[in-house]
């Protein structure tokens, strides 16, 4: 907590307004790559969250009445703004959170996938009808919007994660309230100013700033009728009983521990190239990264040994600077329980194969790539979701082995296969404990059409964020039978 004055304090943005917290607490926000004050962030109070509730609610009231096609028109505005402010929108993700400018790209290109996808609302909010289900008698089937939803953010992806939310909620006729990571406020200010630049009506599109204080209001608010939560695991179990407690939907996608599965005829330089993307890109800090590789003996030596060498030559450093591919973590305490998480792992048996601590760097929150072989499913390594680059590899003797160490685990968010077998990719896809699987590719994300559909402990709730699960989500439904009897033209 700082009171320092000289650096900039963000606003709530209420009622199309850049609105002060009524709080008197800020957080620091810090560049991770440079340790840098970037702003201050309102630990904004349950007052605000009324205000935003108030404002969203009458804003909803209005906004549901728009024409529907009138809504998409305005999110297809948005969408080439998105585009035309794609390098400032990468810029800001990278200095706020630290990933590569190139993965940062990628993630604005995402987010603008799912406006794509919510700008095609009138064909997603059409209902269904029946001209004869008796005599004389129709049904039919409409779709309206719900209220007032709130939507509670992680810092690992500052605009795509939103972008799941809020797009397709308002697309369809709801008000919005945003609560991003007090980590990673900055870039939601432009996407806010954007929105209404599109055109969105004041007080359709709120952000309320701040932690656990806020969450709690958007948990407990009457008029907030559903809630879309993206986080880690303890607090999305908390968000979803007590939203669920208060009478809300809720869904809420969770942590994870992924595991890729390398076969004996998979191809290695392929492979290694995807297993290293996919383990430290991002810096470990992805709900999809590879956290455990199972390797299938024939195989284990040349891949693990080559494994070490590509991981080697990954570039460190500022993400903004060219060819730079791993970034810091997002804070000292997130570096400091990797460090713990790597000696409990030597403490429990597992062997270094790199050690990040060997190129760590006090610039920013930095620590450099780490492989652990000779893992097994009863080590602490194994069983967490450390969120950051460290890779835990296990030999196997064959697909079934691997299937049944990755099914152990509490988390089944995604699971990759490298593979060109047939046989093997289905005997995968059918007993695998996942609920987004790559073949032959390290990151199974889904795109915006799809649902990010995370089982066990990695979701909590019915229906996933994005594809028509959104659109179930966030809408309801009004059912018409309707007996027409009279007049008689014949
Ligand atoms: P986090 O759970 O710490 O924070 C998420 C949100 O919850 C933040 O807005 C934060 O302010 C709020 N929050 C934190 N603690 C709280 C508390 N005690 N009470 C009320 N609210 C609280 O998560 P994070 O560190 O920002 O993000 C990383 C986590 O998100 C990882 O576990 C990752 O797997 C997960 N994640 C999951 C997905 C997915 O699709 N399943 C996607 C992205 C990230």
Redesign the pocket.
Known sequence: MSTMTTVRKLKNYIGGKWVESHTTQYEDVYNPATKELICQVPLSTREDVEYAAEVAQAAYEKWKKVAVPRRARILFNYQQLLTKHKDELARLITIENGKSLSEASGEVQRGIENVEFAAGTPSLMMGDSLASIATDVEAANYRYPIGVVGG??????PMM?PCWMFPMAISLGNSFIL?????TPLLTEKLAELFTEAGLPDGVFNIVYG??DV??GVLEHPEIKAIS????????E??YKKGSENLKRVQA????KNHTIVLNDANLEDTITNVVSAAFGSAG???MACAVVTVEEGIADEFIAKLKEKTLGVKMGNGLDDGVFLGPVIREENKQRTLSYIEKGIEEGAKLLTDGRERMSDDGYFIGPTIFEEVTPEMTIWKD?I?APVLSVIRVKNLKEAIEIANKSEFA?GACLFSGNAHAIRYFRENIDAGMLGINLGVPAPMAFFP?S?WKA??YGTLH?NGKDSVDFYTRKKVVTARYTEPKFE
């Open positions: 509670i953010a992680p810092f690992n992806f994660v609560k991003p990571s007090e980590r932690a656990h969450v709690n939560f993206v986080g880690s695991k303890p607090v999305g908390y968000v996608l969770t942590g994870a800090e992805r709900c979701e969120f968010n990010f995370g990695s979701f964020a």
